[in-house]
Nanobody, 120 residues
């Protein structure tokens, strides 16, 4: 069982920055994929940033160039640096991780979410 705990959310003005953290209960080097999703009321969770390991990252078009996902293996933490925030970035942000349990099997984990509110 992997526990993920997000932090760093809050209220920020448009154009500002926030850095979200996702602390894992075990070594993130074992987690093949880590990602950030976000969700607004009445909508499905949206994948916005993925770290597939080995330096491989990908972003949703809505955040590319403004958000950066990174890992600190020594701290077992994944970050989401969010710059030039817009009102449409307001959402609950969730950390997501995939732990490979076998050659063809894996288990996924979610954090509890952290609220980001961008005021215009």
């Amino acid at each position: 069982q992997v526990k993920l705990v997000e932090s760093g959310g809050g209220l920020v003005q448009a154009g500002g920055s926030l850095r979200l953290s996702c602390a894992a209960s075990e070594s993130i080097s074992r987690l093949s994929t880590m990602a950030w999703y976000r969700q607004t009321p009445g909508n499905e969770r949206e994948l916005i940033a993925v770290d597939g390991g080995g330096g491989s990252t990908n972003y949703a078009s809505s955040v590319r160039g403004r958000f950066t996902i990174s890992r600190d293996n020594a701290k077992n933490t994944v970050y989401l640096q969010m710059n030039n925030l817009k009102s449409e970035d307001t959402a609950v942000y969730y950390c997501y991780a995939v732990l490979r349990t076998g050659s063809t099997t894996s288990t996924t984990y979610w954090g509890q979410g952290t609220q980001v509110t961008v005021s215009s």
